[in-house]
């Protein structure tokens, strides 16, 4: 798990108000191919992503976007290639990766409350997940759920429980975001505004997100730098960068600027589709 | 909402006059706000349910018990049956009072009902034992489900009460053999609901907890155990089912000084009644069990909605 050794080369990490900008996670020429059924998932993928930069990956089903993802969680070890994150390479689940699924996965026995400490319960204990109440409290604060902190899952919509598993995300105060399809279980006019939520908390905590989509408009509303990937065999086929101004609102949908970026990268998924 | 709203009015006053005077009314109802007395009127209206499903719980299970009873002192006193096979319901009852007083007087029936309810819960205490932990072996580890489920399988199909004269010449004929059959058949289920409760939690669960760093004991109490609660206590209930008939069948079968002794003897006596009455205390102590289980479960898995019973309540 822990190989401090490594780091010595890398450049010093400061945890909190580091500069935007520095790298943050490393990915060099990572391949996953499943010894079962020799199926070649993932191929030769590099990316680097920033301190504090929202990108996204998009592609069609099948092109190893998942299992990008479980491999930069620690999930899944690759087969070939690297990933370093924050200059410790990643051997397993860790501290400072923050995941999200498409399911916000609260469990109906333990209170609003309760879920959000579980990973410091699972990692230091019960006594520390007592201390983190307090910060949990806060957190619940930042997205809009104060006063629910002792209700149970049973009684939150869709959109609260997904706030919910957000903070629960935060609790252990990761470097980088990973999101798997997180809103995309919700109705359009929640997604929306939880779409923006996310920014907002991306932008006040200078995170550093990587998100998994199938929606072309999420990506772009969101990202700095939108990954476009190809299937068989998983692969990345161009990146593209997005600049439009921080921060992003929904009227931003209109602009030429918006639709002409959208219907670029439908370009690059409908060639890939024709591969 | 207020966008809804309007369109919806709008349909239909449009499509109410088309029913009624057509034109004259459509142009009325636009130009003149509220509308005449009977346009205005709110629409309420009554859904139509059948009488049958509107009958309360209580009346309802009143009347299919009268029914019962009613047929079935029919068929005693036109002599369909002969009264050695079919007491009649009175006959039934007045025994029924005979051992109830028998019981609450601590007559001879109590110690023999002692003997059963004891027989009954440590042979479930024994099962929930048993069947939980070679649950959790299956459920959890692939050396369980791969070398051990295949044999639990093969066990199970076999007529579990022809094991019987084996535990009492293994056991004897006092209460162990009886316990020893009880619990060879409430174990199953609870295995079976244990290993599906282990495999219920969700992909999702799963790997949330390896995100977390948990432990593979802390992924088993903190999230598979309670996830599978409702899976574990559906085999308790069945394994409750189970126990009652492995107690009986045990006494019947070895002998003792049981509940289940006393209805041999009166049935080799042809004293029907006295079997009626007894077998309905018997069936009390069941259900008493299965009350147990089943307040258990809705003190321990607060969370899941009651499917079980009184949905229609």
Redesign the interface.
């Known amino acids: 798990m822990s190989a401090p050794a490594t780091a010595a080369s890398e450049p010093t990490i400061t945890a909190g108000e580091a500069p935007t900008g520095e790298p943050v996670y490393q990915l060099g020429n990572v391949g996953k191919t499943y010894a079962r059924n020799e199926v070649v998932a993932l191929e030769d993928v590099s990316l680097t992503l920033n301190r504090g930069s929202f990108s996204s990956v998009i592609g069609s089903s099948g092109c190893g976007k998942s299992t990008l993802l479980k491999i930069m969680a620690g999930l899944i070890p690759p087969s070939t290639g690297r990933v370093v994150l924050q200059g410790r390479p990643v051997t397993g689940p860790r501290r400072d990766i923050g995941m999200m699924f498409q399911q916000a996965t609260l469990f109906p026995w333990k209170t609003t409350i309760e879920n959000i400490v579980l990973p410091i319960e699972i990692r230091d204990g019960r006594a520390a997940a007592a201390k983190a109440r307090e910060q949990a409290q806060e957190l619940l604060a930042v997205v809009g759920l104060e006063g629910f902190a002792d209700v149970y899952p049973n009684e939150l919509s869709g959109g609260m429980a997904q706030r919910a598993s957000i903070c629960r995300m935060l609790i252990t105060e990761p470097a980088v975001l990973l999101l798997d399809e997180p809103f995309s279980a919700l109705d359009e006019l929640s997604r929306d505004m939880m779409n923006m939520e996310l920014q907002r908390i991306c932008m006040e905590r200078h995170a550093t997100a990587f998100l998994v989509t199938h929606s072309i408009a999420e990506a772009v509303i969101l990202s700095d730098d939108i990954y476009v990937m190809k299937p068989r065999p998983g692969r990345l086929a161009e990146i593209v960068s997005v600049d439009l101004p921080r921060p992003r609102t929904l009227d931003m949908i209109t602009t030429p600027k918006f639709g002409t970026t959208v219907d670029y990268i439908r370009g690059l998924l409908d060639k890939g589709e024709a591969l | 909402m207020s966008d809804a709203n309007t369109t919806g009015e709008g349909s239909s006053s449009a499509k109410t006059p088309a029913s009624g005077v057509p034109g004259i009314a459509a142009t009325a109802a636009a130009v003149i706000p509220v509308p005449s007395s009977d346009h205005g009127a709110d629409t309420v209206w009554v859904e139509q349910i059948s009488f049958i499903d509107r009958v309360p719980r209580a009346v309802s299970m009143a009347f299919v018990f009268v029914v019962f009873i009613g047929l079935w002192q029919l068929s005693t006193s036109l002599g369909l049956v002969s009264p050695i096979i079919l007491p009649t319901p009175g006959e039934t009852f007045a025994d029924m009072v005979f051992v109830g007083k028998n019981l609450l007087s601590g007559g001879y029936m109590l110690p023999a009902l002692w003997i059963t309810v004891k027989e009954v819960i440590y042979g479930f205490a024994l099962a929930i034992a048993i069947g939980f932990s070679l649950g959790v072996l299956v459920g959890e580890t692939v050396f369980g489900e791969r070398a051990i489920m295949p044999y639990l399988v093969a066990i199970d199909t076999m007529p579990k009460v022809a094991f019987a004269p084996l535990f009492v010449a293994w056991l004897g004929f006092g209460i162990e053999s009886k316990v020893a059959l009880a619990a060879f058949i409430a174990t199953f289920p609870i295995v079976v609901g244990t290993a599906a409760g282990l495999h219920a939690a969700?992909e999702?669960?799963r790997?949330?907890?390896?995100?977390?760093?948990?432990s593979r004991l802390?992924t088993l109490i903190?999230?598979k155990l309670?996830?599978g609660l409702p899976q574990i206590f559906t085999g308790l209930k069945i394994g409750a089912v189970g126990v009652m008939a492995g107690a009986i069948t045990g006494e019947f079968l070895g002998g003792g000084k049981g509940f289940g002794e006393l209805i041999r003897v009166a049935a080799s006596q042809l004293q029907t009644p006295r079997v009626f009455s007894l077998i309905l205390y018997l069936s009390l102590l069941g259900l008493a069990l299965y009350a147990l289980v089943t307040a258990t479960q809705r003190r321990v898995v607060?969370?899941?909605k009651d499917t079980v019973m009184g949905s229609h309540d």
């Not at chain 2, 790997?207 to 948990?214: E, I, P, Q, R």
Request: overall charge positive.
């Open positions: 969700d999702n669960a790997m949330l907890f390896k995100t977390m760093g948990a802390q903190k999230m309670p996830s607060f969370w899941q």
